[in-house]
């Protein structure tokens, strides 16, 4: 099947420092691609839609300001959580629909650590 | 608006014996919906889908058949085996909102040899 990568796996970081999070559709072009975000022991919360060549769609309570989201080219999107804080300590999650497919695939996911 | 309810886990069986782990969803229209599993430092992989009433997906001895009847797409699985240790999702997706999903909140099994 189409493989998607998440860049880095986890990271640690200090408070009030930004963090940012690659996803990459590596065998296939991806138009729209989803971020999630999953608690422990909970599910995935979709946060927003990654459109290529245009701003994101952000999902009701998401911050826009605190997770940017950038979907420059047809294989990369990337998630900016900015001024983190440890509440934003979370396990984040991509995936990506190749053309003319109903099936999604998802990232290995990227565990964040805010200190 | 939509959503989807699994049972809580976690689920420890014995290699080979059978598995259920139940879902039901709520929403309007006509949802697909899907199994996906979560295996130990992996990401989602999809398991199984069905698209429409009464059908069945299966994949790898694990089935489910969509009951539009009961909402309710349940997983099962004859005969356990260790490897299927992992965390299980269900969810639907909206056909008219590109293919958004919506997740249950996962039910972990654990087989033990």
């Known amino acids: 099947g189409a493989v998607v990568s998440q860049h880095p796996s986890w990271v640690i970081c200090k408070s009030g420092t930004s963090v940012k999070i690659e996803c990459r559709s590596l065998?296939?072009?991806?138009?729209?691609m989803f971020w999630y975000r999953q608690f422990p022991k909970q599910s995935l919360m979709l946060m927003a839609t990654?459109?290529?060549?245009?701003?994101?769609?952000?999902e009701q309570g998401v911050e826009k300001d605190k997770f940017l989201i950038n979907h420059a080219s047809l294989t990369l999107s990337t998630l900016t959580v900015t001024s983190a804080h440890p509440e934003d300590s979370s396990f984040y999650i991509c995936s990506a629909r190749p053309p003319n497919t109903g099936e999604l695939f998802f990232g290995e996911g990227s565990r964040l650590t805010v200190l | 608006g939509n959503s989807v309810t699994q049972m809580e886990g976690p689920v420890t069986l014995s290699e080979e014996a059978f598995l259920t782990i139940n879902c039901t969803y709520t929403a309007t229209g006509y949802p697909s919906l899907f199994w996906y599993v979560q295996y130990p430092g992996e990401g989602l992989q999809l398991l199984l889908k069905?698209?429409?009433?009464?059908d069945k997906g299966s994949n790898k001895g694990f089935e489910a058949t969509y009951r539009k009847e009961t909402t309710s797409f349940h997983l099962e699985k004859g005969s356990v085996q260790v490897s299927d240790s992992a965390v299980y999702f269900c969810?639907?997706?909206?056909?008219?909102?590109?293919?958004?999903?919506?997740f249950g909140s996962g039910t972990r099994l654990l087989v033990r040899p």
């Open positions: 065998d296939f072009q991806a138009t729209t």
């Open positions: 990654s459109n290529e060549g245009s701003k994101a769609t952000y």
């Open positions: 969810a639907l997706s909206d056909q008219g909102s590109s293919y958004k999903l919506i």
């Open positions: 069905a698209t429409k009433a009464d």
